[in-house]
Structures are given as C-alpha cells and as structure tokens.
C-alpha cells in the first residue's frame, strides 16, 4: 500500500496526527497537500512560524528538523474521504498509534479533528474519556493532548482565523512548563 511515511523523532515537542492520508497527499508525498487545505495557511498565520512555509514536503521537514514537529495519521491507508474507514482502519491505527507514542515520547499530541481523537480513543484501552476542542483534561503518556478542527477543505463549518487561533493556543503550551 502506498501512504505517506511518518516524518518522526524521538522526544518531538509536538507529533501531528491527521485522520488518514488522502490520495492527493500520497501522490504529491507531503502532508497538507491538496491545495484548499487550510493547514498551511493556518500555520503560517498562528504566529509560531516566523517565516511563511510553503506547502511542500521540504516545508514538512523544516518542522520537523527545525521545530521538532512530527507527523503521521491515525489510519494510514489512503482515502478519498472518511466514509471509505472502517473499524478494522481504526483498530489497527489506534494499536499503530500507541506503540509510536510509547517509542516516540511527544510533549504534546495534537490531534486534527474530534474525530481523529474519538477514533483512536474508542480503540484504545481507556475509551470512556471525552473529547472537546482545545487541550484537553486528559494526557496521554504525560503528554499534553489537543484537539484542533480538522483543516480539511471537507470541514468548512471553521473558518481560517478560527483554525489559526486553535494552533496560536496549541503552540502557546510550549512555551509553558510542562505539568504532565
């Protein structure tokens, strides 16, 4: 199967985790590929970038290397949206999931979409915890845990400046001492 590879480090201050990779990511080879998804405008509006990054699988590693911002998805096979999951995806990615936050050690794991968190939630071994926008009351592995809106052009009920402030307030944490 072809996807996207997780763009990963040890101890990232941040690890970025999207539903799932949609076929224009994969066949361009970046994250936030397809061109109406708010990602990077959002990024570069939140005012933790000082130089605007451009969409590109450079801009990716530039997070990663100069940032300590890591990528991958819940569910790695490629989709043209999420009604083509299934539970199996979900099972498999939340498994996947937990052996890379075990290994991996974020400060903050950020989540894009309620969905994304509910999913890998329902899968995982505490799956009655509640999910809201924001950084929420839980952690996991003494991480930090964000929910921000899901960036995607399929998720236009929030606006680019309501997005860009859920990063402003997610990229704000870092510079907090840690309390997990």
């Known amino acids: 199967m072809k996807t996207l590879p997780d763009l990963l480090a040890t101890h990232l201050s941040v690890l970025s985790i999207g539903l799932n990779p949609s076929l224009l990511s994969v066949e361009a080879g970046f994250y ?15 005012g933790y970038i000082p130089k605007p990054l451009e969409p590109s699988l450079d801009s990716c590693y530039q997070l990663l290397n100069q940032y300590n911002i890591g990528f991958t998805d819940l569910v790695k096979r490629p989709t043209a949206g999420c009604k083509d999951l299934n539970a199996t995806d979900y099972r498999e990615g939340s498994s996947r999931l937990d052996n890379l936050l075990n290994q991996l050690s974020p400060r903050i794991i950020w989540f894009h979409g309620k969905l994304t968190c509910k999913k890998y939630i329902q899968y995982s071994p505490d799956n009655k915890r509640i999910v809201n926008w924001g950084r929420q009351p839980w952690a996991l592995n003494n991480a930090a845990v964000y929910v921000t809106p899901n960036p995607s052009p399929a998720n236009a009920a929030y606006s680019l400046n309501v997005i860009s402030d859920s990063y402003h307030q997610l990229f704000q944490s870092l510079q907090e001492p840690t309390t997990c």
């Open 32 to 46: 936030f590929a397809n061109p109406r998804n708010r990602f990077w405008k959002a990024l570069n509006n939140c």
